[in-house]
């Protein structure tokens, strides 16, 4: 394929005859988003014991991970799908907008009035919402179109949820696809965990994706129908059961063979493993604080926010024009 690291799409003939896609990937450790898939499967778990959360179908749409050692491993291939980034440039082309990307960096880079005022009346306009487009032509019956949209606003939620919780970041157009059969959202590459995306030269200011293309897919109401009731509802159930996510993700501070920094060379690695097993780790001890700060509603120092308020604090940072306007361009705020 022709992303950075050039993985390979291999299809395997199972015993009951049928064709499975495996994603081949080179130069990236995939352990952590192999546990990761793990603690998603028991977000799922409390997610249908629920009455409120089961009659609304919120899930997350999990894959498997293989890992293979430190440097490569298979995924499953997740289909039908189709990636954000794709559909909007399809879509940008059908409606005749066409920018270069030299000229939204020159508007990036440039001297002049406050950032969010740039973004709004300069950026903005070049790329005007067109996510809504797809639903319509993706699925032309009344009420699969109805069903398709609703289902894009509560998938999105959940992972907003559990995204902001776990510090979730890289969420570019590339990491977020679209199931083609129900129209939900599915998230890939969960490499960029633990508040990494904050540590980055440009670091990630938006708790999660929520752009101005995102909110037109939701529909007349936006995100205030059914993507704020979802981020509440999932918000409250991970708060409720804060003990039990927490008990897991400490699993994480003990465990020899996730890397808690991306740049970790293997001899620095190996270095680790001599360490004594009793010496904790401190930035893992840093970011399991900041979970829990999260789960109780604590938010940048502020005191202890309802779910209600904490939510709306959220989506406040989201769709903060300043904030996306700091975004490190390949993020594509913008779209």
């Not at 499953?76 to 559909?87: N, S, Y």
């Not at 902001?164 to 590339?174: F, I, K, N, Q, T």
Request: hydrophobic share 40%; charged share 25%; aromatic share 8%.
């Amino acid at each position: 394929m022709h992303s950075l690291q050039r993985p390979k799409k291999i299809t395997i003939v199972g015993s009951d005859g049928r064709l499975y896609g495996f994603l081949c990937k080179p130069k990236d450790d995939l352990r952590k988003d192999a546990r990761l898939m793990e603690f998603n499967s028991m977000i799922n778990q409390l997610l249908a014991a629920d009455a409120h959360t089961q009659r609304r179908g919120l899930r997350i749409r999990t894959y498997a991970v293989v890992p293979l050692n430190e440097e490569c491993g298979l995924i499953e291939w997740v289909g039908p799908t189709t990636g954000i980034r794709h559909v909007l440039l399809r879509l940008y082309k059908q409606h005749g907008v066409a920018v270069s990307t030299a000229r939204v960096k020159a508007i990036l880079d440039a001297d002049g009035a406050a950032p969010e005022e740039r973004f709004v009346r300069e950026l903005l306009p070049l790329f005007p919402p067109v996510l809504h487009a797809w639903f319509r032509q993706a699925f032309p019956d009344p009420p699969r179109w109805l069903a398709s949209r609703t289902a894009f606003a509560r998938s999105a939620a959940v992972m907003s949820m559990v995204g902001h919780v776990l510090g979730l970041g890289d969420r570019h157009c590339e990491n977020i696809l679209l199931d083609e059969r129900s129209g939900a959202v599915v998230h890939v590459d969960f490499n960029c965990l633990f508040d990494k995306g904050m540590t980055l030269e440009k670091p990630e200011k938006v708790p999660f994706r929520l752009t101005h293309n995102m909110v037109d897919a939701m529909g007349a109401t936006g995100y205030e129908g059914a993507f704020r009731r979802a981020c509440e509802l999932t918000l409250r159930l991970l708060r409720d059961h804060r003990d039990a996510l927490m008990s897991v993700l400490e699993s994480f501070l003990h465990d020899p063979l996730v890397e808690w920094s991306r740049r970790a060379t293997r001899s620095a690695s190996r270095a680790a493993k001599d360490l004594p097993s009793s010496q904790p780790n401190e930035q893992a001890s840093r970011c399991l604080a900041s979970i829990s700060r999260k789960l109780q509603g604590i938010i940048q120092g502020m005191s202890p926010l309802s779910v209600e308020g904490q939510v709306d604090e959220l989506i406040a940072e989201a769709t903060d024009p300043k904030r996306l306007f700091s975004m490190y361009i390949g993020w594509a705020a913008y779209m």
